[in-house]
């Protein structure tokens, strides 16, 4: 539930050469403005953006510009994406999108979640091949920034971090993916890692089932029965989709036996048990952090250009079940 903060992982020339091919890619007008990407929020209408918005480039292989700068991150990215199969046991980690950003002052972009359970995105859900994994952030804002006569200031990123209780994993287990976190229990002080199985064999062979778990040595151990939309327990309307989380974390709540209902928040719950963790966006700064479990925000350009490039690592989503469907 934390995050990674490597200052100084990216040498200042190579930080400068690709806060200058930024720069000269927003020239050539090849910059459009942006908020959150559309699978980050639950409940999608359409989405307006006016100043207070970042302006962002995807960084395709066929972008004009400094390929060669780009071409040198691209191996120490998927050097680094190679360490973090290795380390985490991912054997398919995938670099996939990637982008640069362009805050201009007053912009910010609000606090969300960059990946989320399948069974929370509404009508988006199952439907990709892959989904995020690792959200990476490499920040390109000139040395001095944040500092009096500095050539910028404001726009730190806040994570909003939950501390774990030893051992634990959170992001996704058998590939769940985590939907939220339960207080206490174990290990005083400590949040566990709650995951959402979609794939719970009815016994009648109808709708699939879902379990709410967490993971004691190694070991599954549910938390609810199993429920569906159609269990007389779920406190929404059937038709699934639609739903903003705090909604949908009364649902799951609802689900828990009494005596950790108080326990149980939703990934995207941030509150006063959640550490602050801030950032500034200086070049050659990487953040690294679970895409499903932390939730973050860029607070506001109070002056200047924050320039950064960030991307995800993907994995595959979740395969349905060989019996389903059959
Ligand atoms: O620019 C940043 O620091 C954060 C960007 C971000 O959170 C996103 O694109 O999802
Ligand atoms: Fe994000």
């Known amino acids: 539930g934390g995050l990674v903060v490597a200052p100084g992982w990216l040498p200042s020339r190579l930080a400068s050469e690709l806060r200058d091919d930024a720069r000269a890619l927003h020239a050539r007008g090849l910059f459009r403005t942006s908020g959150l990407r559309d699978n980050t929020v639950a409940v999608g209408g359409p989405q307006v953006y006016d100043s207070r918005d970042r302006l962002v480039c995807n960084a395709a292989p066929d972008l004009p510009g400094n390929r060669a700068a780009r071409d040198d991150f691209e191996r120490r990215i998927d050097g680094l994406r190679q360490e973090l199969c290795a380390s985490l046991g991912l054997r398919s980690l995938r670099c996939a999108e990637q982008y640069y950003s362009i805050h201009g002052a007053g912009s910010r ?20 091949a892959t989904r995020r ?9 000139e040395p001095g920034w944040g500092e009096p006569g500095g050539p910028g200031a404001g726009g730190e990123l806040r994570a909003f971090c939950r501390s774990t209780a ?22 005083d002080g400590a949040f566990e890692p709650v995951f959402l199985d979609s794939w719970v064999r009815a016994p009648d062979g109808g709708t699939p089932l879902s379990v709410l778990y967490r993971v004691a040595r190694g070991e599954r151990e549910a938390l609810t029965p199993p429920f569906s939309a159609e269990s007389g327990t779920w406190p929404l309307p059937t038709d699934g989709s639609g739903y903003g989380p705090m909604e949908l974390e009364s649902a799951f709540r609802a689900q828990l036996p ?21 950032v ?6 990487l953040v690294l952090f679970d895409s499903a479990a ?12 924050r320039v950064a490039l960030a991307g995800w690592l993907h994995e595959p989503q979740q395969p349905f079940p060989d019996w389903f469907g059959a």
């Open 133 to 141: 994994s690792i959200s990476w952030l490499l920040y390109l804002c």
């Open 166 to 187: 030893p051992g634990a994993r959170c992001g996704a287990h058998d590939g769940d993916v985590q939907l939220g976190w339960l207080e206490g229990g174990r290990h």
């Open 258 to 278: 009494e005596r950790l209902r108080g326990r149980f928040r939703m990934t995207d719950t941030v509150d006063e048990r959640c550490a602050v963790m801030s």
């Open 294 to 305: 932390v939730p973050h925000e860029v607070a506001p350009v109070l002056a200047g250009e």
């Open 280 to 285: 500034a966006p200086l070049a050659g700064t």
């Open 109 to 128: 972009l609000d606090r969300h979640l960059d990946e989320r359970h399948e069974d929370t995105k509404g009508e988006r859900g199952w439907t990709a």
